[in-house]
């Protein structure tokens, strides 16, 4: 209850009700009160006392609905009911209704160690600034740091503490710009969390997915960002939203000078009507049944690759059939094999190498197999032959059942009507939008660069998406304004400062980036951070995002590509992510990928070298127009500005000329990749390697080719390095044919084959009598191997066991001897070391037990390691009786390691 004193005489018995208000007049506040007879009295607020009165100082005010927050100096609450306010730097106070007003602490944020770290940065980089340049950016970033409002709700309080908020599950989302099965996952987590991660390879639609959720934000009645540190990212969106008439709701803020062009000539709304939509619970049951079918749509692409693969790998077996006169007439389809089984049975021939079949074998086969007569599968030649006709049987099988499983995938998506349905989700999500849109409340406030701010909820409601930089967000808002969200793309480019700004002026932070991508460049200033993952040296704001929330992080990796051709992206998927990747392009036999390699010599000069540009351009007199490639995009990459330039003065007009860095978020129909450096001892210096040889600078030059991708190198260069480009260069030359690189193509290892079997021999293994020392130290072997090669150094290593060493061995080798070629047949061995990428075989790891001392079998070792010599391939013997077998394997390893950082 509140009691009311005037004059010093208690009036609260008599009173009905009472105000507060500012008497212009008398320059004072005044409180009135109306008295239960009728009449009402007037004093000076000064001449009265309310109980119960409070007083609160250094807060936070807040009005429900407004993005404002503002700090005031002090407030004194009367009743509950008003609130006289003074604001900082404001002679006179404000009175405001309790009921219109919120009042909150402020963070002590501030005075935290991180955000003291990255104020530090900001400073130490305005204060070792070598530009006036540089110097008024870092400038710029600090003064904003310091305007950052203190509240406790923002997305940059939860990024500083490591906690990330949970959102309350939504009622239903719309797709207006379409989906697939990974970008409803990633729209459907970034609003489950305040902090979320979306990760965008290349050609994945990431600016899809950001449009989706623009999309519901807005539907929300809520306000947004969109920032990066790439122009041509927030241009991307701006564009597509303007296409499908939804550029009205952006207001294109950031610098100065982009204010003003955006007052200059503000997009009017809308004119029409839209036409009737759809209710949100039709739009439902269509996802609902789109959701069913899209896991199908991928698996078919999915399918699709892997028919592709079996092909090739089929094509080399043949190929290494033809080299060595192998022939087999026998047909394996009486015993209904499925490609598991077929494996099961290379294996199970493997493991009775050549001792003859026994009772305990003919048992087995019959039961696991169904095979009534072992003769086939006896020994000697009979055994080879049956193991050569399992292999081809193998991709036979696998092509049927894949082939076969393809069809129904799309079988099943026509029935389902996927198209149709895809486009009426996206159809119906669109005018259901626009709608909604139209039935906003029209603000009649003609805003411009000067009154905006001042009216800022009334312009955010008109232009809920701003689209600026990090550098100038701060700059952008009115004082104290926190949106709903900020999405911050590119952000494996994003320095972690300035890339905090935003988060400091909204609640939700949604980042979309790539890391597998070219990274920022740090500035090296020698602080050091409260904690590594907050380390600006070291991270971007994306890596940093993931290291500081870790398992709390809702992160989607976006894995339906759209741009490059599918051998194209293959590489990238296969060398940076772990094929992850659906590529939902289609191959139609085209030759996508080409090899230019410069003869022998040291032709590089000042980072330029003129002969790979001459041999490029010999190499384009003589092709002429590729078909299904547009001849007027091509772009040329190179890792040095110097050779970018030199281009521009030898190449054709239609040529785009830069190098990688500018690269990265662009695409062309055909990419020329010219990696520059030669073997003189200065380009091969590891920083100078490391710097062309970067797995980042790779994977973007790959894929920005549509259609067509052309590597222009040295004769062996980066062959020592086996870096990313001696992967590509293996890449090239085993998918690709002879007229597509002058290098032969290489032996084809087989593993897609080989997975099986690896599989089968380790479920074979584990049914094995313990008492088998042989298998048993290979066990140990094994195990060893594995953990050594678990070091990001070797992640461009596999390897497989028991592989006949005939399909090891160089297969066109003349000195062979009779003998030799009878040892081939018959002998395998136990770990190969491969390249992942090019399918090469480098090394042969033998586990030898006691038995290898005896003389017969120390001379089939000693042929069999020069067989392995003539051919090419290390080999490194293990005696069960010896000691350090896991540093012996290291070393051995070691010759092949790649760069330690991994992507």
């Not at 008497?23 to 119960?52: A, I, M, Q, W, Y």
């Not at 909604?436 to 009334?458: C, E, K, P, V, W």
């Not at 195990?783 to 399909?807: N, V």
């Not at 003998?819 to 075989?841: E, H, L, N």
Request: a neutral charge.
């Amino acid at each position: 209850m509140t009691s009311i004193q005037m004059d010093g005489e208690d009036k609260t018995s008599t009173i009905s009700d009472w105000t507060i208000r500012w008497s212009d007049k008398h320059d004072v506040f005044e409180l009135t009160c109306h008295f239960t007879s009728g009449r009402k009295s007037t004093r000076p607020l000064s001449n009265c006392r309310v109980s119960p009165s409070r007083e609160l100082s250094n807060v936070l005010l807040i009005k429900p609905g407004s993005k404002i927050v503002k700090p005031i100096d002090k407030a004194m609450i009367y009743g509950e009911r008003y609130a006289v306010v003074h604001y900082p730097g404001s002679s006179k106070p404000y009175l405001h209704k309790m009921a219109g007003i919120v009042f909150a602490a402020p963070t002590s944020l501030r005075e935290a160690p991180v955000f003291r770290y990255f104020a530090d940065v900001a400073n130490a980089r305005e204060s070792q600034a070598q530009s006036k340049v540089d110097r008024d950016i870092a400038s710029n970033v600090a003064a904003q740091l310091g305007k950052l409002p203190p509240v406790a709700s923002t997305a940059l309080q939860a990024y500083c503490t490591g906690r990330n908020g949970t959102l309350a599950p939504d009622q239903g989302l719309i797709y207006p710009f379409g989906l697939n099965e990974s970008q409803y996952h990633a729209v459907e987590r970034a609003f489950s969390a305040q902090i979320s991660v979306i990760e965008g390879p290349p050609g994945t639609g990431k600016t899809q997915t950001i449009l989706n959720i623009l999309a519901n934000i807005v539907l929300r009645g809520q306000t947004v960002a969109v920032l990066s540190n790439n122009n041509a990212a927030v241009a991307n969106v701006y564009e597509k939203l303007e296409k499908c008439g939804l550029g009205y709701l952006v207001a294109k803020l950031g610098n100065k000078q982009n204010r003003e062009t955006f007052f200059a000539d503000l997009p009017a709304w809308p004119s029409g009507e839209p036409g009737p939509a759809a209710s949100a619970d039709e739009i439902q049951a269509l996802l609902t049944r789109l959701k069913q079918h899209l896991q199908d749509h991928n698996r078919a692409a999915q399918l699709q690759i892997e028919l592709d693969e079996l092909v090739i790998e089929r094509r080399y077996l043949q190929q290494w059939w033809a080299r060595n006169g192998v022939q087999t007439e026998s047909s394996l389809d009486k015993y209904g094999l499925t490609p598991r089984k077929t494996a099961d049975l290379m294996a199970y021939l493997a493991y009775l190498g050549e001792r003859r079949v026994q009772l305990k074998d003919r048992i087995e086969l019959l039961f696991k197999f169904r095979v009534f007569r072992t003769k086939p599968f006896a020994e000697g030649q009979a055994r080879i032959a049956a193991f050569h006709a399992l292999q081809l049987h193998f991709y036979d099988k696998a092509l049927k059942d894949k082939d076969a499983e393809l069809r129904a995938c799309r079988e099943s998506l026509v029935r389902a009507n996927f198209t149709e349905l895809l486009e009426g989700l996206t159809s119906t999500s669109m005018q259901y939008l626009k709608q909604h849109l139209s039935g906003q409340q029209r603000t009649r406030i003609s805003f411009d660069a000067s009154n905006y701010r001042n009216n800022f909820d009334a312009f955010m409601q008109r232009f809920p998406i701003v689209a600026s930089g990090t550098h100038s967000i701060v700059n952008s808002l009115a004082p104290g304004a926190i949106l709903d969200y900020v999405i911050i793309d590119e952000a494996s480019l994003q320095d972690i400062v300035p890339g905090i700004l935003p988060l400091g002026c909204a609640k939700n932070l949604i980042v979309v980036g790539d890391n597998r991508q070219l990274p920022h460049i740090p500035v090296k200033l020698g602080l050091p951070a409260p904690a590594e993952a907050y380390d600006c040296e070291r991270y971007s704001l994306l890596d940093s995002c993931i290291e500081v929330f870790k398992d709390a992080l809702p992160r989607t990796l976006l894995k339906e590509h759209y741009r490059c051709h599918p051998r194209i992206i293959q590489f990238c998927n296969q060398q940076f992510y772990d094929n992850a990747l659906v590529p939902m392009t289609v191959d139609n036999g085209e030759d996508p990928m080409w090899l230019v390699v410069t003869g022998k010599g040291n032709h590089a000069r000042d980072n330029t070298n003129l002969r790979e540009l001459d041999s490029l351009l010999a190499v384009l007199e003589s092709d002429g127009d590729p078909v299904g490639v547009d001849r007027e995009g091509r772009g040329y990459i190179a890792p040095f500005r110097a050779q970018a330039t030199l281009s521009a003065t030898h190449l054709p007009s239609d040529f785009v000329n830069d190098t990688v860095h500018k690269f990265q978020g662009r695409e062309c129909d055909e990419i020329v990749f010219s990696t520059v450096l030669d073997k003189k001892r200065y380009n091969q210096t590891q920083r100078r390697l490391d710097f062309v040889d970067d797995a980042c600078m790779v994977n973007v030059a790959v894929s920005r080719a549509k259609n067509r991708f052309t590597l222009v190198t040295g004769d062996e260069v980066f062959t020592a390095n086996n870096g990313p480009i001696a992967a590509l260069i293996r890449y090239i030359s085993y998918y690709g044919q002879d007229k597509q690189s002058v290098r032969a193509p290489v032996v084809s290892a087989f593993d897609l084959l080989y997975r099986e079997y690896d599989q089968s021999l380790a479920r074979l293994n584990s049914r094995l009598r313990p008492e088998d020392s042989r298998y048993k130290s290979e066990q140990i072997g094994a195990q060893l191997l594995r953990e050594a090669m678990s070091a990001p150094a070797y992640q461009a290593l596999t390897w497989h066991t028991q592989i006949k060493l005939d399909q090891l061995a160089a297969p066109d080798n003349a000195q062979w001897t009779e003998p030799q070629r009878a040892f081939m047949r018959r002998a395998s061995c136990d770990f190969v070391i491969y390249f992942k990428v090019g399918k090469t075989p480098v090394g042969v790891i033998e586990v030898d037990g006691g038995y290898h001392d005896h003389p017969v079998q120390a001379a089939r070792d000693a042929m069999k390691n020069e067989i392995l010599a003539q051919s090419g391939i290390s080999i490194l013997r293990l005696r069960t009786v010896e000691s350090g077998i896991e540093s012996r394997i290291a070393e051995f390893l070691g010759q092949w390691a790649g760069p330690a950082s991994g992507v």
